[in-house]
C-alpha cells in the first residue's frame, strides 16, 4: 500500500486513485446482502458516484456528499429511514475502509 501523505491527499485521484475505488468497493461488499440491493446500488451510483472522500486529519476522513443529495435520493427506491440508514452505513464504511488501507487503524 502506498504511504500516506496528508499533502497528497489534496490530489486524491493521482496519488490514491486505487486506494479511493478499493475502500468505496470494500464499503459496498461489506454491507451487500445487510441492505436491500437496489436501495445500496442506488446510493452507489447516484451519490456515491458524486461524492468527495476528505482528509480532516489525524487520521479522519470524511465523505462530502452532493449537494443535491436529497433531490438524487427521491428518484431511489424505499423510504426516507431507509435511504438515511444506508447512506450513513456506507459513508461510515468507506471511512473506516480509508483508515485501514491508510493503516490509521
Known sequence: MTEFDAEKFDEKYV???EELETAYSNAYQELHGQYDSEVLRGIDRQ???ESE???EGNGTFSIRLPDDTAARAQSLPGDEA???TVLSAFTDAIERELRRLFEFE
Open 15 to 17: 496519488h490514491y486513485f
Open 47 to 49: 451519490i456515491l458516484s
Open 53 to 55: 472522500p476528505v482528509y
Open 82 to 84: 431507509t435511504f438515511d
